[in-house]
Structures are given as structure tokens and as C-alpha cells.
């Protein structure tokens, strides 16, 4: 199965919900005038990776970090609400998968706690899957909550049986083998990591899964940052790359086939096939002929876990 897919690595409007969202829209309708059947975000990209958690002190500079949280939590996603609605739409218009990373609000218990997710939108207009990354890495944590297994799932779409794994869940063995488990054919990977050591297991996992990686950070410069953010002249006091992007596609046998893209703010292109996962697959499937379930085995949790069960 062939398909055209779009990764978009230009920067979102920070800590701005909708606008952030309405530049998404944007983005899939010129992916999909250019054919793109499927086309992926940046890990957090409504509304924004927290970058500034790998600057500031937890500890030491508590009042500046709560205020930028703050304006984090309001630009959070409550998917029981309508906020994603023009970008469901959008998939919908142009028959178009979307994966996209948001900054999603835990809205049915504590109604604070902030989630890193990726959602699949389906070219239905339907939402396919929310997989919350599982363990926010290192600062990561003092904004984000660590997510359940109910995501953890491989779904079906136009262009082959995708999952997603953010960041540094695609060094988790076990996160990725639960994926190659269910036919994986396209793994994306939404990440803030960029350089070679970042393409080097992109190769690997897709030699190791038997197939496609599709990855990308935020091409983001200092001047991207909104006017009115925090201390902006502190936190970002000088003109630089904060992180390059790096978009990149890796095929079945680890061969990268498009980019990686560097401190460019645009959409990299390329084309899959699903039977070159087949292909590879058929002298190396760690999860079939090349498992010993004799020797090993995983059980994985899926089932959705939840802080509080109530009685009436």
C-alpha cells in the first residue's frame, strides 16, 4: 500500500490554543493539496513543547515557573470539549490522516494535571487513538503527568496500521516491541531530540520493527517565542536555534529516504510503501518467527487507570 505523507515541523503560535490549531488546519489543507495522505506534528505542538523547563530552576525560580505553567495549563486541549473541532473538520474535508501532539488537560478528574499525548485523527473526521506518553523524561515531569497503556495501540488507516511512540518512549524495549506486536507498519515518532544520535535509533528501530519511522521536532528559533511570554528576555536572551527539527523518514531496512530537515520551518515530503514492512519483516519479525515466547513473554496493561473509583 503506497501513500504520500507530510511532516510538518514549522513552529506553532506558543501558548495559544487556537491560533495554534487554526495553523494546523492551514498546514493540513496545503499537505493535502500536495497530495499527502497523511501528515504528522511535533511532539506538543498545541500549543507548544514547554522548552523552557531545560532552563529554568525548578526550585529556584518557582514563581516564574508557575506563571509560565499557568499560561500552559490555559492553552491546554480538553478533548471532551469542541477546541480540536476545526482540525477534526479539516481531516474530515480533505480525507486526510493527522497525527498531532497536544498538551492535553486531564479534564475528568483533577482538572489540572497536564498530559503529553498524541492524537490520530482519521480521514473520517474521527479520533483514532490518544496515547499519553507513558514517562515524561527528567523536567518533563514538573508539567506533565505520566500516561497509561490504553494508547499503546496500532490503528488502521488509508496509509497502512500506524503507532505512535513521543520522544524518548521509542528508547523504551517494551513500548516499542507492544507496537511491532500489532502489525506495525508506520511508527511515528514526535520528538524534541534532534542530531545523529537521534537518527541512528530512528535507523535502528526501523530495521529492528521492520518499518517506516517518520520523526520530527519543532524547528523553532528564539524569536518564535511570543512578545508577552514570562521574562521572555531571560529565559530566552539571545538569538539562537532552540532545536533544529531534524523531520526525517526511515524505511524498512534503516535507510533514511527523506531529510532530515535542518532549521527549516516547512513540510517534508516523501512516499511510503507498506509492503516494504512485509518485505522486510520476512528475515527479521521480532514478533513473530524471530520471538522465543518459550523463553519470553509481556504482559502489557491496557486498561484505561484512573486515580479515583467512586460508589453511590
Same mark, same amino acid.
Given at each position: ?10 513552529p506553532?503560535?506558543?501558548?495559544d490554543r ?5 495553523l ?5 489543507k496545503?499537505?493535502?493539496k500536495?497530495g ?21 530552576r ?12 499557568e ?7 480538553d478533548l ?13 474535508q ?23 499525548t ?14 499519553r506518553k507513558?514517562?515524561?523524561t527528567n523536567?518533563?515531569?514538573m &508539567? +506533565?503527568? /505520566? ?5 499503546? %495501540?496500532?490503528?488502521k488507516?488509508? #496509509?497502512g496500521?500506524?503507532? $505512535?511512540? =513521543?520522544?524518548w518512549e ?10 511491532y506486536?500489532q ?6 515518532a514526535?520528538t524534541?531530540?534532534?542530531?545523529? &544520535? +537521534?537518527? /541512528? ?5 526501523? %530495521?529492528?520493527?521492520?518499518?517506516? #519511522?517518520l520523526?520530527t521536532? $519543532?524547528? =523553532? ?8 511570554f ?7 536572551p ?5 532545536n533544529d ?6 524505511n ?19 512516499? $511510503? ?13 521480532v ?23 467512586f460508589?453511590?
Amino acid at each position: 500500500m503506497k501513500g504520500k505523507i507530510a511532516i510538518v515541523q514549522n513552529p506553532p503560535v506558543y501558548l495559544d490554543r487556537d491560533k495554534t490549531v487554526t495553523l494546523a488546519v492551514k498546514y493540513v489543507k496545503e499537505a493535502a493539496k500536495n497530495g499527502a495522505a497523511l501528515v504528522v506534528f511535533p511532539e506538543a505542538y498545541v500549543s507548544g513543547y514547554p522548552t523552557w523547563i531545560w532552563r529554568l530552576r525548578p526550585g529556584g525560580d518557582m514563581g516564574l515557573c508557575g506563571e509560565i505553567h499557568e499560561r500552559m495549563l490555559k492553552s491546554a486541549v480538553d478533548l471532551s470539549s469542541d477546541a480540536m473541532g476545526p482540525l477534526l473538520d479539516i481531516s474530515k474535508q480533505r480525507k486526510v490522516t493527522v497525527v498531532i501532539g497536544i498538551n492535553e488537560i486531564d479534564s475528568e478528574y483533577s482538572g489540572t494535571t497536564i498530559f503529553n499525548t498524541a492524537v490520530t485523527i482519521g480521514p473520517d473526521g474521527s479520533i483514532l487513538n490518544r496515547h499519553r506518553k507513558l514517562m515524561p523524561t527528567n523536567p518533563e515531569r514538573m &508539567v +506533565w503527568g /505520566a500516561g497509561d497503556a490504553s494508547g499503546l %495501540r496500532v490503528v488502521k488507516t488509508p #496509509v497502512g496500521r500506524i503507532g $505512535t511512540l =513521543l520522544c524518548w518512549e521509542n528508547y523504551m524495549p517494551l513500548a516499542r516491541y507492544a507496537l511491532y506486536a500489532q502489525n506495525l507498519e508506520i511508527l511515528i515518532a514526535p520528538t524534541w531530540d534532534v542530531g545523529e &544520535v +537521534w537518527q /541512528a535509533s530512528m535507523r535502528h528501530i526501523a %530495521r529492528e520493527g521492520g518499518c517506516w #519511522v517518520l520523526t520530527t521536532a $519543532t524547528a =523553532l528559533e528564539s524569536s518564535d517565542m511570543p512578545a508577552d511570554f514570562p521574562e521572555r528576555d531571560t529565559v530566552f536572551p539571545s538569538k539562537e536555534w532552540i532545536n533544529d527539527g531534524g523531520a526525517m523518514v526511515v524505511n524498512p531496512s534503516g535507510s533514511i529516504v527523506a531529510g532530515p530537515l535542518v532549521k527549516k520551518k516547512e513540510i517534508l515530503y516523501a512516499e $511510503t510503501d507498506t509492503d516494504a514492512s512485509k518485505k522486510a519483516r520476512r528475515s527479521l519479525d521480532v514478533a513473530g518467527h524471530y520471538s522465543r515466547p518459550d523463553i519470553f513473554s509481556l504482559e502489557i496493561n491496557r486498561g484505561a487507570t484512573k486515580p479515583v473509583d467512586f460508589e453511590d
